[in-house]
């Protein structure tokens, strides 16, 4: 078989697309979730917004019944773009709620 190796403009195309598509992921790669945290099945880039979006039309009863299954504090992370922070977080605990808005207010300000 005939072998040509790639022009040198393919190889500069292949890495500027490769390095372009590496910010993007280190720009909406979603926030770490501790493994500990109950919630869906989290991907690599997209996090659990799969699923949220397979039962977006039923979503307040999908929260009710993963709170019944994951017990009262549960989430996962989700892609780090406008409207979404990162990371979805379901808290039912008072008190759990309090800390977590304490800390978020404290980094805000």
Request: hydrophobic share 40%; net charge positive; proline share 11%.
């Amino acid at each position: 078989p005939n072998y040509y190796p790639p022009s040198p403009s393919t190889a500069i195309l292949c890495f500027v697309t490769s390095f372009a598509l590496c910010i993007v992921y280190c720009k909406i790669k979603p926030l770490p979730v501790p493994k500990s945290l109950p919630g869906p099945t989290s991907y690599p880039l997209i996090g659990i917004l799969k699923y949220m979006i397979d039962h977006w039309e039923d979503w307040p009863e999908e929260c009710v019944r993963l709170s019944k299954k994951y017990g009262r504090t549960w989430g996962g992370g989700v892609p780090n773009v406008r409207g979404l922070n990162g990371m979805f977080l379901f808290v039912v605990d008072e008190k759990c709620g309090k800390e977590i808005f304490s800390l978020v207010v404290n980094i805000v300000w």
